[in-house]
Structures are given as structure tokens and as C-alpha cells.
């Protein structure tokens, strides 16, 4: 399906029945990493199921809310849980929400995930700082930007060499160190899911320059970056990539959400220091 100008219109209309409130930043929250969103003030939460056209969260730890309010000083809009590739949605439909908030007239977007760590230097409950990404989905076809372009949000063929804002980062970073959190630096793969990686792709993913890896992220960033955004992105690494065969341990989604609340305090602190120092 495509989507029309009319159709980001009907869900900005129910979004505006319930606020008056215009964001200026956007949140995208992965999995198990909601809790930021409860630190936001005078919270407006608005289900999803509520909003036509966006699509429900229906992985465990994306509990579907749209949240609106103030943090740190600035108007934010949450998503509290996405929509993923793997859950049969096609690509238009996961970043519709991304289309609503630039609508709503978001000129930033901070968007956070649970990976992977492909670098053999992080470790569980650590948070890297994706400075870049390698997007499989998008080199195989399956492209947010891909049919009839306009021309009046963005152009063609887009630049991808700048994605992740470097004053954001540099924020990032410096907010980090005054806390005394180990923030690391990386670059971000996207896979489709919904199967963890084997011991052979978590190898070849790392030749090719990967330090975390998720099913996420990527194409909301291209949408934003198609409108304009400036844009910063945040893995909290919640579980250690497993590069031998008959490993005695594997990857499941309950160690991601554990570990989430791990990391959970950390993102809190490294966005919250990025929202007061934005301009």
C-alpha cells in the first residue's frame, strides 16, 4: 500500500484532539527500553490502536504508546515500542510513525534499540553511540525510500555520508564522560529478524565492520534523514554476539529485556544531558 499526504493527516488529527503540545524532538524507544518514556512530564500517553494508520507493536517489551510532553525543557513525542520488518508489516507501514512526527513538525529524532554487540570489546549492559550503519534490508531491496519520491520533503537520491548528527554525538559524549558512563562508538548492521545470527554471520558481519547488530533502527533513520532531521541513534548492547559453533549459551529475547533494564538508567542520563544542551 502507499500511504497519502491525507492518511498522516488523519493520525495527526486524533494526535492533535488529545494536545496541544508541538514536539520539537522525536524518541523512537527499542525493546525493553520504554522506561524512558516514564520520565517524561506532563505526559500525554496515547495507545496506538488509537492512531489510524500506525501499526501495533506486538513484540513483548513494546507496549504501543505514543507519549507527549516535556523533558529537560523541550516538547518531546515518544514512541513507547516500534513496529518491526519480521512482524509481517511491509517497510512503508513501519516507517509511517516517522512520517506523522516530522508532520507534527519534529526537527530532531533520537532514536534508541537493543543489539547485538558484534565488537568483541562490549559487553552486556554496555551503550554505544552509532556514529554509522550498514543497512542489509536496503541493499537487498526492501528500502524505505523506494517508489515515487516528493520532491517536497526531500530529494532522490540522498547523501548518507553525514546520517548521524556530530554535534548530537559530540553531546552524546560529553555527557557520558561527566557520568562516568562507558559510551562506546560504532557502527550499527540491520538485519530483518525475527532469528538471532549465527556464529558464521556474527564473523562475517564483524569483517565487514559491524560492532552491534539489530533488527531496527535503519530505516526510520533514512526517512528522517530524507526530511531533513538532524538525527542520533543509541544500541544498548544486551547481549554479547556468539562467534563459536556449538556455543553451550544462545540468544534470547528474555536476556534482551533483561538487560534493558540494565542499560535503561544509562540512556536516561545520556538523553536527558543531550535534551538540555540541544539548541
Known sequence: MTYSTEDFQ?????????TTLEPQIGLVLGSGLGGLADTI??????????IPGWPRST?????GQLVIGKLQGKT?????????????????????????MIQLGISTLILTNAAGGLNETFRAGDVMLINDHINFLGMTGVHPLIGPNDDSVGPRFLGMS???????????IQTAEKNN???HQGAYVCLSGP????????????????????MSTVHEVIVARHAGLRVMACSGITNEAIFELDSPVDTNHEEVLETGQVIVPKLIT???GVLEAID
Do not use: C, N, W
Open 10 to 18: 488523519k493520525a495527526i488529527a486524533v494526535i492533535r484532539e488529545r
Open 270 to 272: 545520556i538523553l536527558k
Open 59 to 63: 513484540v513483548h517489551g513494546h507496549s
Open 181 to 183: 558512563i562507558t559510551l
Open 162 to 172: 553525514q546520517t548521524y548528527d556530530r554535534e548530537l554525538r559530540e553531546l552524546a
Open 41 to 50: 512530564e506532563d505526559a500525554v500517553v496515547i495507545p496506538y490502536e488509537d
Open 195 to 214: 532469528t538471532f545470527e549465527t556464529p558464521a554471520e556474527v564473523r562475517m558481519l564483524r569483517i565487514m565492520g559491524g560492532d552491534s547488530v539489530g
Open 76 to 100: 518531546v513525542v515518544a514512541q513507547r515500542g516500534r513496529a518491526h520488518f519480521y512482524e509481517g508489516y511491509t517497510m512503508e507501514q513501519v516507517v509511517f510513525p516517522i512520517h506523522v
